[in-house]
Structure formats: C-alpha cells, structure tokens
C-alpha cells in the first residue's frame, strides 16, 4: 500500500487526525447559534498564540487575502514603509504598490533588515509599516519587536506578517505594538489551507481607511464578529472552521509556552544536524535577526543538484522545500512545524542524510545522531 509523504515543507504542514475528522460532518447554517460557537472556539484558542487581547477576525482566503486585506484598509492612499529580505516581504511590497505608495527598504534575501533607514523613512512621513516576522524563503526570524518601538515612537501603525510564526514562535502583538497581524491555517495552526486570522487593534479601526474592498472589508469582519452569535459578514468556508477549531483546541490542550518550546527544540536539533554535516545555514544573523524556529534554511552540499538532492529524499518518502526565485538550486529548506515532533524531524534527517550519501555529498558528521542529542 502506498503510503502518504510527510510533508516537512514550511506549510502546508502534517494535519492531525482530530483535526481532519473535523471537516467530515453534515454541513450547518453559518447565521446560527452553532457556527457562532465554533468562531468564538477558534477566536479564544487563538488569541493566546497571537500574545493580544485584540479583537480576532477570520477571512476564508489564504495568508495573502489576510496580508492584502491589512494592506487596503490601512495602507490606502497612505506612505507605506515595506521592510524587505526575502519573498515575503517582496509580496506585502507588492501589494502596497496597489493601495498605498510604498517605501522600499530592502535588504538581500536573508540579511539583517535596514532599520536605520525605517527610522529615517518615519521620521519623512511614513505612516504604516509592513514586516515579515518570520521570513520563511530565507529562514530569518526578523526583530517585531524593534519595528514596532520605531512604530510607535513616531505614531505610525504597525503591520506584521506572522504566517509562519504565530503558534509557533514568541509573538507578543500587544506588548510589541502590533496593530495588525495576520496567520495563516496551514502553517504553525496545523489545519487545512484556506483560513487567514487577522488581530485588529483599536488604533488601527479608528484609522481604517473610508474606501475599502468589498470582500476584504476588514470593519465589516468586525463588526459581524461582534454580533451574538458571531458571523462572518459574507458566506465562510465552514469545514476549515470546524477544523480550525479542533487545531486551536490541540493548541490550547498543548499550551502556548509548551508549544513554542517544542518549535524551539525541534529548530535547534535541525540546525545541530546541518553543523553536523558540515552545511551553512543561508541566513545571516546579528543581535536582532535570529534563525527561525519554524523552519531552517540550508546551503545546498556542492556535490549535488537540489532536483538530485530533494528528488531522491521524495522518494525516501519525505518532502522537503527548495530555493525560491533567484535562491532556487542554492538552498533547500526543513519546515517544523505544527504538529510534528522527533519522530518527524529524525525520519526528515534520517532521509536527507542517506540521500547525501548515496550522492556522493561529503558530511563531515552524523547529523541525526546530533539532532537527537537535542530532542532525548
């Protein structure tokens, strides 16, 4: 019998079982009491990942209707300083060219943000700020934090990216002057694709522009999500609910702190196997801009091609992520996150090592031995 690959990219990621089961029931009436209760289940779930007290609403759309979404209701017309060094940030950069009137700082892919010149962008007017938090073409986790003291210092809203990082990661959106952040389902939540949650601060609402997209209309999400029972203003995607529920209740049954630590665990034993193997990782790292902890980006062995490499470790049963755009054939990358532990990230290990060898790739070490050192 053919079994399912484990996917190990950085989403969509492995859905647990409970949270698969969740979507095969009878359809319900999304203007009733039931749907209500399943949006409230998922918005307490969620709030603590996201570190807000904020109101939570859910978009059926994908991480990039939630990024788009932030973008047109408060980045309308407005001075957009975009924080770029990777895909992502190169996305938010993108859409702020269709409602707003960006201001690129870009640094290269993978490399410490220009800070000094967002200080210097804000103190020309900018008036919201966009990052990526975790920046997962490169595999940098970026300084939220520091962006949003910049923010707040020259009253600017703050607009952040947390796809990759929320559930899995620290994100304190309240205590970092967050006023507007999106996750994504199928990434750190370990449900289906098709969901984008975004936390609005009150800040934010009393500057949400006047012209806004229909769908996207971010003050009617609210204002829906206020009503008793809860609604969405437009038709939901309502088994992806029903699934986000049951991952936000893994998540609460988990707990947040030991969730992270988990993440946190399984990043450090991925980075000990490539030191292991004698591999670089891509990103560049200061006192500000840490690796991942979703997902950990690796130079690609010298000795092999990543068609070679990630083709052969496919057929070990294990799929792992390439380069994207001009990275394309000089990384690969290791997704961990979700709902996958040891047994996982060890048989992901496992897999790209014996590929390596049977290529021909030099290592210098045992990277799977000196990944489990980290997860006994």
Known sequence: ME????????????VPERVRLAMARQAINHRSAEFGAVYADCVRCLKPAFGTENDLVIISGSGTAGMEAAVANFGRTRKIACLVNGKFGERLYDISKRYGEPMLLKSEWGTPLPLDDLAAS????????TLVHNETSTGI???????GKLCRKHDALF?????????GDVVEADRWGVDVAIVGSQKCLAAPAGLAVV????????RIADQRPYYLDLAAYRK???????????????????????AGLLIEEEGIE????????????VRA???AWGLPLFPTTDALHGYSNTVTAIRMPEETTDSDLRGLVKRLGVVIAGGQDHLKGKIFRIGHMGAVGAPEVLATLGAIQAAMGRLGCEHSGDGVAAAAAHLA
Do not use: C
């Open 122 to 129: 804000l103190e020309a007017g900018a008036e919201v700020v």
């Open 273 to 275: 196997a490539a030191e």
């Open 258 to 269: 030991h969730r992270i630590m988990r993440h946190q665990r399984l990043a450090q034993s």
């Open 159 to 167: 607009i952040m990216d947390g796809v990759t990082s929320i559930g």
């Open 224 to 246: 829906n999500a206020a009503k008793d029972p809860m609604e969405t203003p437009y038709t939901p995607a309502v088994p992806l609910f029903f699934a986000l529920r049951e």
């Open 141 to 147: 986790r970026n300084p939220a934090h520091e962006v």
């Open 3 to 14: 079994k399912e690959p484990l996917l190990m990219l950085p989403g969509p990621v492995p």
């Open 199 to 206: 936390s609005l601060s009150d800040r934010a609402m009393e």
